[in-house]
């Protein structure tokens, strides 16, 4: 899968990226919001998996934006704000999944997995 | 003489009088109340008795007709004790009359009008003797023979009507009459002069009297002092007597007290009254001595006026006969006002109150007035032939002493009670009237002999016990002053105090209502300006005092009743202040508690504030941790799964791991910094080079800034200071990271030194939005990434230090803050 | 001026009630004038001025 890592923390893209591309997948990586949209517009990704504190656009207007794509990728919310109504928010804006950092990687690459095959 | 002469002179005279006290009133008001006239008053003590009457009991009796004087003289030496007392006490209470102050003192119902009413009755014989003397002076000068009964009769009419236009002009609650005052002083002067005048001329004319007495042992003899104990007796009592009669005398104490406007009066008073009794009684001797010598046959009470005729003086005569009118006018002026608001307060008030007449308080007042002298003339007919003069005014002396022993003991000793005083006066009464009174009356025919006999020879009307030779006026007085005074002591000494008044409180508008009716509207304006800031039981007290001035103290009580309430007394009124005194408190603690329980709640909230601030910052640092805890993890994880990663991997894996394990590390600082701010850990203050310290922060935060690409610059001044070391460089730390955070390509550090040492952080970064720039120090107002907490801690450590720390303007980012300069001192013995 | 004023009294109180007769009992006397009254009159004067001189300083 060609998955996009959208996250301001350097120390999480890298693990992240390790890890995804270990299991096979396409990384691309985005560390800002508009960073991440110009990668959308440049291709397509079967998966994104967004951090939701992003500086500048914020990680739900990055969501709703990449959901309004002809594309639709898949949407991996990973952030540290573990709220209900984050999670609540994020999937009512179409996020297909929500994880809380922190997170055990095998958990991860299970929810990955579990995404993938849905397709 | 021709008596239309004699009608003219008498009335031009007294309308003479009249004019000057029109103008006591008015014009001339501050003259009326000048000291002289004070004194001059006074001396309305000195009546046809001194003027007539001394010169006939000269020529008879001899020198005790002197110690009437010396009496006065010897209690006005004392007047310094008597004037705190008196004075101020009559003042205080309005007291008119001794009646009033025995109902103030005693406060037993029966006092004051049994003391009024037997002040009239004692007082007859009194008035008396001026009508008989001005009747006699008439007749003597108009040369005819008529019986003194046709001319007494108008003469008292006319006194009685002078009086009532004297002194009943209007109702004044302090019963002063200024004019009175200024016409009575006038007339003193008057019958000072004329007979000062007469003695003058007569001595001028025919010498001195004492080489013609020669012959006349029985005039010489009167040239002696009294050589027995009788004698003796007779010039003490008289002397005592008359001392108390100046006290008690109804007019005496109208002018000397109630007429009083200053009490420093009796500054002059004290001396100069004396001396005018001294010189009144100056021409008495020679007068009476040429009276006997010339004029044997002749009624010795009219030689002041036979004298000058006899030497061919009419017009000297005239003199004479109108000093003595005048000095006859103003004694029953006075004296009756004096009894008439006597009968007023104490016999009429009660049953005027009770039929509802109180308004016309000074209608009923000249009524007084003219029944007395009625009663007067009555008493004259009755008993007025067959008396002299002096000897008239002296049983009226004794009555008025009977008032003082309840007087002076009440006004002395706290033991006298209203029984003592009571029985004292009732037993002085009753002596005096079985030894004096009686006898008068029996005397002249209208009584039994009996009483002048008695039923029992130990009896004796004028000898009771066995006693004998001593002048009936001298026995009477000592037995009735014995019994009077050991009754008042004796009964006292033997009764309770009496428990104290109840008092009385009430409402302004109801009491202003009350004066307005019983005393017109003056005395109401008076009222109300005077009792404006007054509770409502001293106002109470004011309306009593200012009633009881003209009706009377008692009637006062009474009409107070209706429009007050009663205060509890003493005793009651401790435990009704306690009670008070007790809910004030209650209230007191009332309040307390409120107060207590809102701060309760105002700390509840900020208690839950806090907690919820401490969730938040559980949330922000719960936060704040997971991030770099995911990368540790994950970090780590894969480390750990991947043994045979590439060297150079595994060498990245391991410098993030190690910077987040930092992050984390320095999070847990700052949280821990956060916590001690909190407690309140001291300052370690230390000689700190800041310089240096700037030189280590930056070296802490040199990965960081390479790492991301940022240029570091620096410009450090060489700076010491005494502070905590560690702390500045918590603050230099997050200053930079926040930089590093933000910054573009170039973070700068600036440290200068003027006043104080200044730091300065700049970052070309995108800045601080506007809207944030005043919250970019509050707590968890992170927005980019940071704990939230980082400029808060900087500033609460700043201002720890005692600096200051602020965002300044420009581009980018550029936070500032200052330390104080201080040096360590020498303990040199002074300020350390 | 209490103690004072009171001492004057008892003075004046001695002077008047004075028994005369054990010292003037002769009816005339110095210039052929009574002495009872002469005597009564000087005392009677001399307290009148001891009173001013009492009483007059306010």
Redesign the interface.
């Known amino acids: 899968m060609r998955i996009l890592v959208v996250d301001?923390?350097?120390?999480?893209l890298?693990?992240?990226e390790?890890?995804l591309k270990?299991a096979g997948h396409q990384v691309v990586l985005a560390r800002t919001g508009e960073e991440a949209l110009e990668a959308l517009s440049r291709g397509t990704f079967d998966l994104m998996v967004l951090d939701l504190?992003l500086?500048g656009m914020d990680g739900f207007a990055v969501l709703e934006r990449a959901k309004a794509l002809s594309q639709r990728p898949k949407v991996l919310v990973l952030t540290?704000?573990?709220r209900e109504a984050d999670r609540a928010k994020a999937l009512a804006l179409g996020a297909e999944a929500f994880m809380?950092?922190?997170?055990?990687?095998q958990d991860l690459l299970s929810q990955v997995e579990e995404l993938a095959g849905g397709r | 003489m021709n008596p239309l002469v004699l009608l003219l002179s008498l009335f031009l005279y007294l309308g003479l009088l009249f004019l000057v006290a029109l103008l006591g009133e008015g014009r001339w008001r501050s003259l009326a109340q000048s000291p002289w006239a004070y004194t001059l008053s006074l001396a309305v003590y000195a009546t046809a008795w001194t003027f007539m009457g001394s010169v006939g009991w000269a020529a008879t009796e001899g020198?005790s007709f002197?110690?009437i004087y010396?009496g006065p003289?010897?209690v006005?030496?004392?007047?310094?004790?008597l004037q705190e007392r008196l004075l101020s006490l009559a003042r205080a209470h309005r007291l008119t009359s001794w009646a009033d102050f025995l109902y103030l003192r005693f406060g037993h119902g029966l006092l004051g009008p049994l003391a009024a009413g037997f002040l009239v009755v004692g007082l007859l014989p009194y008035l008396a003797l001026q009508l008989k003397a001005i009747a006699q002076a008439f007749l003597f000068l108009r040369g005819e023979e008529e019986p003194l009964t046709d001319i007494a009769l108008p003469t008292a009419l006319l006194l009685a009507l002078f009086a009532i236009l004297f002194g009943t002009r209007r109702l004044d609650p302090s019963e002063r009459h200024q004019g009175l005052v200024l016409a009575v002083a006038f007339e003193s002067l008057v019958k000072l002069l004329a007979l000062l005048l007469v003695g003058g001329v007569v001595l001028w004319q025919l010498g001195?009297p004492?080489?013609k007495?020669q012959n006349r042992p029985e005039l010489?003899?009167?040239?002696?002092?009294?050589?027995d104990l009788a004698?003796?007796l007779e010039?003490?009592s008289l002397?005592l007597l008359s001392g108390l009669a100046f006290l008690f005398l109804p007019r005496q104490f109208h002018v000397s007290v109630v007429e009083n406007t200053d009490p420093?009066h009796l500054?002059?008073a004290?001396?100069a009254f004396?001396?005018y009794l001294?010189l009144i009684n100056?021409p008495v001797?020679p007068l009476a001595l040429f009276g006997r010598l010339l004029l044997p046959e002749g009624n010795p009470d009219l030689y002041v006026l036979a004298l000058p005729l006899e030497l061919g003086n009419g017009p000297l005569a005239l003199l004479a006969f109108l000093g003595g009118v005048s000095a006859a006018t103003a004694m029953v002026v006075v004296e009756s006002l004096a009894l008439s608001i006597l009968i007023s307060n104490h016999l009429l008030s009660p049953l005027l109150l009770r039929f509802r007449a109180l308004g016309s308080l000074l209608f009923w007042r000249r009524i007084s007035i003219l029944t007395v002298m009625l009663l007067a003339y009555l008493y004259f007919r009755l008993a007025g032939e067959a008396y002299a003069l002096v000897a008239m005014g002296l049983i009226s002396f004794v009555a008025v002493a009977q008032l003082a022993p309840a007087g002076l003991l009440g006004l002395f000793w706290k033991g006298a009670t209203p029984q003592g005083a009571l029985a004292g006066l009732l037993g002085g009464i009753a002596v005096w009237a079985y030894t004096l009174f009686l006898p008068a009356l029996a005397r002249s025919g209208w009584l039994p002999p009996f009483f002048l006999e008695g039923p029992h020879p130990l009896m004796r009307p004028e000898g009771l016990l066995g006693v004998r030779g001593l002048d009936p006026v001298t026995h009477g007085f000592l037995a009735s002053l014995t019994l009077n005074l050991a009754l008042t002591l004796g009964v006292s000494l033997f009764t309770r105090r009496m428990a104290l008044q109840e008092e009385r409180t009430g409402e302004v508008e109801e009491l202003a209502a009350l004066l307005r009716r019983v005393l017109g509207p003056e005395a109401e304006e008076s009222f109300r300006h005077q009792a404006r800031a007054l509770p409502g039981r001293e106002a109470a007290g004011l309306a009593e005092t200012l009633l009881a001035g003209s009706v009377g103290p008692a009637t006062a009580k009474l009409l107070l009743l209706s429009v007050t309430r009663a205060v509890p007394p003493e005793a009651l009124r401790e435990e009704v202040e306690e009670a008070a005194r007790e809910s004030r408190e209650l209230r007191a603690y009332a309040q307390a508690l409120e107060e207590a329980r809102r701060e309760l709640a105002e700390a509840y909230e900020r208690l839950k504030a806090l907690d919820q601030a401490k969730d938040e910052l559980l949330a922000a640092v719960s936060?704040?941790l997971?991030?770099?805890?995911?990368?540790?993890?994950?970090?780590a994880?894969?480390l750990e799964?991947?043994p045979d990663l590439s060297e150079e991997?595994r060498g990245?894996?391991v410098s993030?791991l190690t910077?987040?394990t930092v992050r984390l590390s320095r999070l847990v600082e700052e949280i821990l910094a956060y916590t001690r701010l909190q407690a309140g850990v001291p300052l370690a203050r230390s000689p700190t080079d800041l310089r240096a310290l700037a030189v280590e922060a930056l070296a802490l935060v040199e990965p960081l800034a390479r790492?991301r690409g940022i240029t570091m610059e620096s410009h450090l001044a060489e700076v010491q200071t005494l502070t905590d070391r560690d702390r500045v460089l918590q603050v230099l730390l997050n200053l930079l990271h926040n930089a590093l955070r933000h910054a573009r390509s170039r973070v700068r550090l600036e440290l200068l030194a003027n006043q104080e040492a200044l730091f300065r952080v700049s970052d070309d970064g995108p800045g601080v939005p506007p809207q944030a720039r005043t919250l970019v120090f509050e707590p968890f107002q992170s927005f980019?990434?940071g704990t939230g907490l980082g400029l808060f801690l900087a500033r609460r450590l700043v201002e720890s230090l005692g600096g200051r720390i602020w965002l300044e303007e420009g581009e980018g980012a550029t936070f500032a803050f200052t330390l104080p300069l201080e040096v360590e001192h020498e303990d040199s013995g002074g300020r350390r | 001026?209490?103690e004072r004023?009171?001492a004057?009294?008892l003075l004046?109180?001695f002077l008047?009630?004075f028994?005369?007769?054990l010292v003037?009992?002769?009816?005339?006397g110095p210039q052929?004038?009574?002495p009872?009254?002469l005597y009564?009159?000087v005392s009677?004067?001399l307290?009148?001025?001891l009173?001013?001189l009492l009483?007059?300083r306010?």
């Open positions: 301001d923390e350097e120390s999480i890298v693990p992240l390790f890890l270990k504190m500086p540290a704000r573990g809380a950092k922190p997170f055990g990687i | 020198a002197l110690p010396l003289t010897l006005l030496l004392l007047w310094p004790f001195s004492f080489p007495l010489l003899s009167l040239l002696l002092p009294p050589e004698g003796y010039w003490a002397v420093q500054r002059l004290a001396w004396p001396l001294l100056l001797l936060h704040e997971k991030t770099p805890l995911t990368a540790v993890r994950a970090l994880e894969i799964a991947n991997e990245r894996f993030l910077k987040e790492e980019s990434g | 001026m209490k004023a009171l004057l009294f004046a109180l008047f009630l028994p005369a007769s003037f009992p002769a009816p005339l052929g004038l009574p009872l009254y009564l009159y009677w004067g307290v009148v001025l009173a001013y009483f007059r306010s």
